[in-house]
Structures are given as structure tokens and as C-alpha cells.
């Protein structure tokens, strides 16, 4: 039976020159890889804060009396919602840039 400390080892060529025996290891760290593992980790990050923010909003709805507060409540719902997706935007594209920049770099 394989250890992991021999599979591990087995991975790295002997010479400087010969490729790796699992030729995807050299291949994990560059931007085809790293990118669609940071833009997907912050999309779920996303994900996560705006489902939050929909659960609250729903519990806010129960708690309004009248139609103004629960206009009130929509307005500011959905115009919280606009910002944040606006600011995703751009922290997706400086995700794009940097990891980009780092692959030029």
C-alpha cells in the first residue's frame, strides 16, 4: 500500500527538467485555476450576505404596521440591494485584475 508521503514524494520529478508524474499539480497554481476558485468562493460570500439580508428583510415585513412602514421597509430593501450588487461588481472585477496581474507578474 502507497502512503501519502510516497504519492506525495512520486509527484516531484528527480530532475529539474522532467515533468511531474500528475502534471495537474503544476498546473493548480496558475490563473486558470485561481480564478474561478476566487470569483466562485466571493460569489458564494455574496450569496451567503444576501440571502442573510433577504431573511432579515422578510422578518422586518412582519414587524410593519402600516403600509407606509412597510413601503418604507421595500424602499430601503431594495435600495440596499442595488448598492450591493453594484459594489460586487466591482470587487469582482478587482478579483479579475489582480489575479490576472499576479499571473503577468
Given at each position: ?5 510516497e504519492?506525495?514524494?512520486?509527484s516531484r520529478s528527480t ?6 508524474v500528475?502534471p495537474?499539480?503544476a498546473f493548480?497554481?496558475t490563473?486558470?485555476?485561481t480564478?474561478p476558485?476566487t ?9 451567503g450576505?444576501?440571502l442573510?439580508?433577504?431573511a432579515?428583510?422578510?422578518?422586518a415585513l412582519?414587524e410593519?404596521?402600516?403600509?407606509e412602514?412597510y413601503?418604507?421597509?421595500q424602499?430601503?430593501?431594495v ?14 472585477l478587482?478579483?479579475?485584475q489582480n489575479t490576472?496581474s499576479?499571473?503577468?507578474?
Amino acid at each position: 500500500m502507497t502512503t501519502a508521503t510516497e504519492t506525495n514524494q512520486s509527484s516531484r520529478s528527480t530532475s529539474g527538467d522532467e515533468p511531474p508524474v500528475f502534471p495537474g499539480i503544476a498546473f493548480m497554481p496558475t490563473v486558470e485555476f485561481t480564478l474561478p476558485v476566487t470569483l466562485t468562493t466571493e460569489m458564494f460570500r455574496f450569496a451567503g450576505q444576501r440571502l442573510q439580508a433577504d431573511a432579515d428583510h422578510i422578518a422586518a415585513l412582519y414587524e410593519c404596521r402600516s403600509i407606509e412602514s412597510y413601503a418604507e421597509a421595500q424602499s430601503k430593501f431594495v435600495a440596499q440591494a442595488l448598492s450591493d450588487y453594484q459594489n460586487e461588481a466591482q470587487t469582482l472585477l478587482l478579483d479579475i485584475q489582480n489575479t490576472v496581474s499576479r499571473k503577468q507578474g
